[in-house]
């Protein structure tokens, strides 16, 4: 058997039995700027409320799927923690009104409608962002079995750059949350495009390329618009890229991750060495990926003889560790130090094989 697991030093999970994943819903969460001028791009403040980048939180219980609503939240805007008044929105200094919490969002997950946590952007970023990249960041608790378990800094990147004209960006979604339950079920991801901030309608001179980001590397897949992803593709977990190429040039990637939680087993990603969710000067992450039990959590290490890690830098390219000879190696675990990080442009994530 196969399993697939993936890991980021910037998005780190506390624990083994919660499954967490923020998904981007109405625009993507970029946004461009005119230098010299306050013209945003797009400016999210011209869209509907229900049309800006809203941050959804689903939670799943890995041992079996159930979507878990969390006891306790806390969003962070870099290392900022968020405060709000009784409307749900952001009181801080300097950032007053810029978010909006939503205790009871409304979003489909497997066919099915539920009311989750959520944060919404309500004003334009860039004059916060110090005209570079961010990233929203949420944390809190869920109740499993009587017990309160700590689920730690998912996040997601807030894209900031200067605007050059005719810039386009992807965002994939699905309506399983990509997550699929039970043996032969599948979903269909689908690639949204827009350009300078506005969903494009016309998909003539696209092409398409999807891309399964394996632990022993990247292969081809699809080439529609669309891909249809089933539990015949995943082994626990499958990460995926999209291509979209306009006139034969490549203008943006999306991406996705899908659970299959019908696997018997799955990944457990433990990180060592480091002292919250980021490696700090002096200091050296060890990740180890480890086999385990879906139904209990019980811990296999035997079960895999074989782990494969593929890392990939901040920008999305193939990243080579110090000491090895290319992004794709074998082994145990992979150990990263402080000035791999800073060579990987401060962020570093990475798919992991494992072949019993």
């Known amino acids: 058997m196969n399993l697939e697991g993936s890991f980021t030093l910037i998005a780190l999970m506390d624990g083994t039995t919660i499954n967490g994943t923020l998904r981007v819903e109405g625009t993507p969460l970029v946004q461009r700027y005119n230098k010299g001028t306050v013209v945003f791009i797009p400016d999210f403040t011209a869209l509907p409320e229900n049309g800006r980048p809203t941050v959804v939180v689903i939670l799943r219980d890995i041992s079996n799927g159930s979507i878990l609503v969390p006891n306790t939240i806390e969003y962070r805007y870099n290392d900022l923690l968020l405060t709000f008044d009784n409307n749900g929105l952001s009181t801080n200094s300097g950032m007053v009104g810029y ?41 809190g608790t869920v109740e499993i079995s009587g017990s309160s378990i700590g689920f730690n800094a998912l996040s997601k990147e807030v894209v900031i750059q200067e605007s050059t004209g005719n810039q386009y960006d992807a965002l994939i979604s699905n309506n399983k949350g990509s997550q699929l339950l039970t043996a032969g079920e599948s979903l269909t991801d689908t690639v949204r495009i827009f350009k300078d901030g506005v969903e494009v309608t016309d998909y003539t001179g696209f092409t398409f390329q999807w891309v399964k980001m394996l632990g022993a590397g990247d292969t081809n897949w699809g080439t529609s618009r669309t891909q249809v992803v089933s539990t015949n593709d995943v082994d626990n977990v499958l990460k995926l890229r999209c291509d979209v190429k306009k006139d034969g040039s490549l203008v943006a990637s999306g991406y996705d ?36 039990k879906r139904s209990t959590g019980e811990e296999v290490p035997s079960l895999i003889k074989s782990w494969t890690f593929s890392l990939k830098d901040n920008a999305g390219a193939a990243f080579i560790l110090t000491g090895k000879d290319s992004a794709t190696f074998t082994g145990t675990n992979a150990k990263i130090p402080f000035e791999d990080m800073v060579r990987a442009k401060m962020g570093l994530s990475g798919s992991i094989s494992g072949v019993a």
């Open 257 to 292: 991750e899908v659970t299959d939680f019908s696997d018997p087993y799955y990944t457990i990603i433990k990180i060592t060495g480091i002292s919250g969710n980021t490696v700090k000067k002096g200091e050296t992450a060890t990740v180890t990926p480890v086999a385990a």
């Open 99 to 139: 978010f909006k919490k939503i205790d009871a969002y409304s979003t489909t997950i497997g066919g099915a409608t539920y009311k989750v946590p959520a944060l919404r952007v309500m004003k334009n970023l860039v004059p916060i962002s110090g005209y570079d990249n961010d990233r929203i960041t949420v944390s």
